[in-house]
């Protein structure tokens, strides 16, 4: 099966997105390598965070059907060089997380992404309050499908 790779920096809430996108209700805890979980793959983000480890998302991302760079709505600058997405073989889509925060600047936060994947959907989601989150499910679901494939009958 095909998943979606969940790329971003460390606390950019990638663990607690996966886990509102699963309907899991167990506390995030912090990645230290590769989880396979269902349909999504969740990172460490050190992975995103050192070019020297650039190597590891490369090589799983041959497994996956699309990359998901996160960013966190609070953070003052990006960890994603620009055209980041570009090195990869799969289309991207990117989420910016803690929109809930009263510290949040969504605007910047899609400039970070769109610098780093000048194409496709950004959606904006809040883990803890799940504003964005069944939206985004669906469109991960949609692209994870094989070509020439539907839900309907």
Same mark, same amino acid.
């Given at each position: ?25 167990? @506390? ?7 989880? /396979?979980?269902?349909? *999504? ?27 998901? *760079? ?11 060089? @620009?055209? /980041?997405?570009?090195? /990869? @073989? ?22 970070? *992404? ?31 499908? @094989? ?7």
């Amino acid at each position: 099966m095909k998943r979606a790779m969940v790329i971003g920096s460390v606390g950019a809430g990638k663990s607690t997105l996966i886990r509102a996108l699963l309907d899991e209700e167990r @506390p995030a805890s912090k990645t230290q390598s590769l989880v /396979f979980r269902d349909w *999504l793959i969740d990172t460490p983000g050190e992975y995103c965070e050192n070019p020297l480890q650039y190597r590891f998302l490369i090589a799983t991302s041959f497994d996956t059907r699309l990359l998901v *760079l996160v960013q966190d709505a609070t953070r003052e600058r990006s960890y994603f060089p @620009p055209g /980041f997405a570009g090195g /990869f @073989p799969v289309p991207s889509l990117g989420v910016v997380t803690k929109i809930d925060s009263p510290k949040a600047d969504t605007a910047k936060a899609k400039r970070f *992404l769109r610098q780093a994947m000048p194409k496709g959907d950004i959606f904006e989601v809040s883990a803890m309050t799940l504003e964005g989150v069944e939206q985004l499910r669906e469109r991960i679901e949609s692209l994870l499908q @094989p070509k020439g494939t539907s839900d309907r009958g």
